[in-house]
């Protein structure tokens, strides 16, 4: 039965993270459910406070043959990374 | 002098959620789908848990040293005060909602009414288990909806479950000796008082399910005073045979 219900990525929100975070995914027949499974899946333990679900096939995901052009470029650019400023102490922690 | 009367409603509620508990449990690891195997194991998990409030304050209030444990373990049928409806056997996910449906509905009216409980213990009870209730109800009732308007064999098996589950619920609304001095009490409402709302919610979600409530007004009765069907039986040979062989053993 649940290979014919599609299936729904979930993102839970913990106590105290401010992001919804990929926990894994479900079958269900729509988004209602969708919630209610991962509710029942996901949140066993107290682990979230906020349940979002999508369409797995509403994703799109870029390819992993594009690995090379698509991150390569990004390497040996260290000085993207905002670690050489000094930062003045009365603008405190960042 | 030991509180007959209270551990006698105690055992009748501690033991519908036990027998109810262990009946939903049954489905673990054989349910339609991995997603309702693990919704049914916590529903189970849930009902297991608010028997282990209401058999440990029974026997508290029974005075005789007994644990949850040998309420739940060492008892036989006979001593038994769980509704007939709960031991109903699962046979199709159907039947197992539709038994869920009918008796979260009032498993949530009854929960409301005990927080207004004059026995303290009796109201923290209810007022813990009612969260947990309060989804039951909303999931029961939403599957209930969704198979009952759902294909023609969903369709058919939902009116199935309701035919033959219904005869089982008058129950849940009779009043006995016991329930009248606790309701003189103000430790329970009169079951009967129950009725009327269960059945305006139970009327609104069968009609949204293009279900049909059977007319017959005739009503199945004997669990509340420990008269069972020969159901409850095996499902306590089952749930029992591990205590009963390794008596006193721990984790």
Redesign the interface.
């Known amino acids: 039965?649940?290979s014919e219900?599609p299936l729904w990525e979930v993102f839970i929100r913990g106590q105290h993270g401010l992001n919804h975070r990929h926990v894994g995914s479900?079958?269900?027949?729509d988004a209602?459910?969708a919630i209610?499974?991962a509710r029942?899946?996901y949140t066993?333990r107290k682990e979230g406070v906020s349940i979002w679900v999508v369409r797995s096939s509403e994703i799109t995901a870029s390819s992993p043959s594009e690995k090379g052009p698509l991150f390569d470029p990004a390497d040996s650019k260290i000085y993207r990374h905002p670690s050489f400023f000094d930062i003045p102490d009365e603008a405190g922690h960042m | 002098m030991a509180d007959k009367a209270l551990f006698e409603f105690l055992t009748r509620i501690g033991d519908t959620t036990l027998v109810l508990g262990h009946r939903v449990s049954e489905w673990c690891g054989h349910a339609p789908a991995l997603e309702e195997d693990i919704a049914l194991a916590n529903t189970a998990l849930d009902l297991i848990g608010h028997t282990r409030m209401w058999l440990s304050r029974a026997g508290e209030v029974e005075g005789k040293g007994r644990t949850e444990d040998d309420l739940a373990f060492l008892r036989e049928a006979h001593e038994f005060r769980n509704y007939l409806l709960v031991e109903r056997p699962n046979e199709d996910f159907a039947v197992t909602i539709t038994r869920q449906f009918l008796f979260d509905a009032w498993h949530r009216l009854m929960l409301i009414s005990l927080q207004e409980s004059s026995d303290q213990r009796v109201s923290e009870i209810a007022e813990k288990a009612s969260k947990e209730v309060a989804y039951h109800v909303e999931r029961s009732t939403d599957l209930v909806v969704r198979l009952g308007d759902g294909t023609e064999e969903s369709h058919r098996r939902m009116q199935h479950a309701v035919d033959i589950l219904w005869p089982y619920t008058g129950e849940l609304f009779t009043d006995d000796e016991t329930d009248r001095e606790l309701s003189d009490r103000g430790i329970i409402p009169l079951p009967s008082s129950l009725e009327g709302e269960w059945k305006t919610h139970v009327d609104g979600v069968l009609s949204a399910a293009t279900l049909v409530r059977p007319e017959r007004e005739y009503a199945h009765k004997g669990g509340k005073a420990g008269v069972h069907t020969e159901h409850l039986g095996f499902l306590l040979a089952e749930m029992q045979v591990t205590h009963r062989a390794h008596p006193g053993a721990t984790w």
């Open positions: 039965m649940s219900w479900l079958h269900a027949p209602e459910m209610r499974n029942d899946v066993r």
